[in-house]
């Protein structure tokens, strides 16, 4: 794509090498440094987070519970009955990938919290071998890949999200940064193969969608722009209708989700997360470039960071940042590589966006105000500054070697060995564990933080104990509760309402008996209620799809279906080719 020779021509994601032996290494040194990066998730316990803000308060372990109850009840989690007492549609809003993955290691044996300390440890591990093969790939150099495996680990802001926000989708967002950059470079090579690759890139969009939303509007408003740059500079749409085909397929396999969650936003109070003066957490220059805060003092750091709400987090580009953007001048000057060019065009634009002028462009952009807080656009200054690492080690060796001075081999790995020792060294200060940790009995004996923003409308916090049934008139007893399915047995000598402590959102349903019957709302708190005539009867309250959660399924269903048959009748030209061929 921005490489004058043929740089990206025979790039094979996960293939570039006949054999795994010569990578297995490079993997192993990655998983050993992921997991000491990620060691207070290993620790007993669970770290004091902003998600986390006490002992036993556990906001992502609470919601994997949700997860939980919704999956053993065989429904795709939606509902989460423990929020408010009366259960609110949490996963109808946020995206809940990285809880389906803890949610397997729940349904492996571990603890909740554990579940969740293991998906943190596996952010760094997927996040590093993935940069790790993307920058293997398009330099064909396993040492640039592995500088560039390392930066991205170890990037400051993923400490950040993980042991002060203690942000459970965004750090698992990581993961995705350099698979979808891999496709959306390939996918403007001119090549037969363009389509394939942009629809793969699609693929990997929604898994970033479904993963932490805000996080895919920050990268597409980043692709967007290098996009129409790059259009612009070869005078072809192509990286535009590229790009344009990569989002069909991104919205297209994750439509069970985004319908949903915009047809019924006006059911809940989504202007909550809008609310508050965002400007103040868009950051300076000098404060990205700088390494560390100027206070930053290891383990008392992680706690000063978490008690200001952030503001002396080690919100920067860290080392690596630093580094690329100074070895870039003489790598520019020698060679204007356009690999190089459009990964430096990547880091400023995360520089611009997350600066303290960027915040006015931002939030003028639609749902601009729902980013929040501008320095979540140094998750893509991490990872181009990483890859801007790698990159630059393999064009400065090379720069090296063509001096006569050494070979560009031994350039090469004398300059990985001190740039993996400084990444390492300067990064000390970020391993020290968090100083407030919540004891292991406090973490299993956890409870979650009610979230205002997915109050149903007309719904009220519940101001006294309320039972899970109650009835103005004769006797009523609760048989059976699930996160999506209650059954309650009603005797009454005279017609009565029930009232079951759900609040009241589209989807529910009720039955008396198995008939349908008209769902009424509780005034006082906005809870379900039902008219039961006089006698013994069965009542259901039933969570189901509403006409835009079936819709967004069948087109993804239809979505996955496409792509699957279109990738076979793919593979079988290309086999009645080589027969061909044979022939």
Known sequence: MYEESSVFQDMRFLRFQLSILPILPYCLGLAFLAVLASHAFLLPGFPITHESPGPGVINSAHWLLQVDKNVMTGSIPNWCPDEFEAGVPCFNYYPPLAYYVAELFHLCGFMLVDSVKLTF????????????????????????????????????????????????????????????????????????????????????????????????????????????????????????????????????????????????????????????????????????????????????????????????????LGTAGLLSLTFCVPIVAWKRTRIVMYFLSTLMLSVLFASEVGWFVVLHLPFGRFVQFGYRFLIIGAFASAALLGLSTKELGHLIGSRGWCSRRRATGVLSLILIFVLLASSHQYLYPPAGYMSAWAANNFRGPDHWEYLPQGARPLGQAIPDVSTNAGEVALVRKTATHWVAASKSSTESNVTFKIYKFPGWRVYVDGAAQEMLTNSSYGLIQVEVPQGYHMIEAVYSDTFPRLLGKIITVFAMLGMIAWQLLISSKRLQGRVSVDV
Not at 173 to 180: D, E, Q, T, Y
């Open 121 to 316: 440890v596996l952010s760094y591990l997927l996040s590093g071998l993935a940069m790790f093969f993307f920058i293997s790939a398009i330099t064909h150099n396993t040492v640039a890949g592995l500088i560039s495996g390392i930066a991205y680990e170890y990037a400051p802001y993923h400490f950040v999200d993980s042991l002060i926000r203690g942000d459970l989708s965004e750090s698992f967002a990581f993961v995705f940064l350099p698979i979808v950059f891999y496709f959306a470079c390939r996918s403007t090579q001119g090549s037969t193969n363009n389509a394939r690759n942009a629809v793969l890139g699609g693929l990997f969009l929604g898994l970033l969608i479904l993963t932490h939303n805000i996080t895919a509007y920050i990268v597409l408003l980043v692709l967007c722009v290098l996009a129409l740059c790059h259009s612009v500079s070869i005078r072809r749409p192509l990286p535009l209708l590229s790009l344009l085909l990569a989002v069909f397929v991104a919205l297209s396999v994750t439509a069970y989700y985004w319908i949903p969650a915009f047809v019924e936003l006006k059911y809940v109070n989504p202007g909550v997360l809008a609310l508050g003066r965002w400007e103040i957490f868009y950051l300076s220059l000098r404060r990205m470039i700088l390494p560390f805060p100027a206070n930053w003092n290891g383990q008392a750091g992680w706690s000063a960071g978490w008690a200001s709400g952030g503001i002396e987090s080690p919100l920067t």
